[in-house]
T-cell receptor, first 115, second 110 residues
């Protein structure tokens, strides 16, 4: 089944404790992206990747890191989480290409609480 | 930058028709997507418009006017399961990035 998976689905952690949220897709998609969703603010892009070893900042990258060493995986790293990073996080993937406009497939979401 | 505007909430009766509007301002426009999102779940794709006009897909239709920077999603024969947030998102040439509006919450009542 074609899908985007994220782990963990739920996480409660404390300020400053490094964490990684994994994202994996099995559709051989070039493009992957991370979003956060907060009430009243909608979906905002954190980082995106056009292909392996090609990552770039989205609209709200502060406090986050990503890496794209393999095509299928795109982990999101919070080196020192803070309470304002409490949010619902979505990973997404799509076919890539500079001229293309492709449907993005979303993972099930990771609900993160930082106390 | 991009500016995408959607009304926040509407209530409609089962069986009715509802229209959800989205206005946008952007350069390098390469299309507009509509997604449906049930509470706490992932957004799922509904439609994509890049040319002016109406695209019909079952009970859902989406319209685009590029000159006006305007799109709407039309939901016909509303069902209780259509209660969800509807997100419009604009994509620009060059990097496949989606810029989302804040979403419109539709509540369907019996």
């Amino acid at each position: 089944e074609a899908q985007v998976t994220q782990n963990p689905r739920y996480l409660i952690t404390v300020t400053g404790k490094k964490l990684t949220v994994t994202c994996s897709q099995n559709m051989n998609h070039e493009y992957m992206s991370w979003y956060r969703q907060d009430p009243g603010l909608g979906l905002r892009q954190i980082y995106y990747s056009m292909n392996v070893e090609a990552t770039d900042k989205g609209d709200v990258p502060e406090g986050y890191k990503v890496s794209r060493k393999e095509k299928r995986n795109f982990p999101l790293i919070l080196e020192s989480p803070s309470p304002n990073q409490t949010s619902l996080y979505f990973c997404a993937s799509s076919l890539g290409g500079l001229a293309g406009a492709y449907e993005q497939y979303f993972g099930p979401g990771t609900r993160l609480t930082v106390t | 930058g991009q500016n995408i505007d959607q009304p926040t909430e509407m209530t409609a009766t089962e069986g009715a028709i509802v229209q959800i509007n989205c206005t946008y301002q952007t350069s390098g426009f390469n299309g507009l997507f509509w997604y449906q999102q049930h509470a706490g779940e992932a957004p799922t794709f509904l439609s994509y418009n890049v040319l002016d006009g109406l695209e019909e897909k079952g009970r859902f239709s989406s319209f685009l006017s590029r000159s006006k920077g305007y799109s709407y999603l039309l939901l016909k024969e509303l069902q209780m399961k259509d209660s969800a947030s509807y997100l419009c998102a604009v994509i620009r040439y060059g990097n496949n990035r989606l810029a989302f509006g804040k979403g419109n919450q539709v509540v369907v009542i019996p």
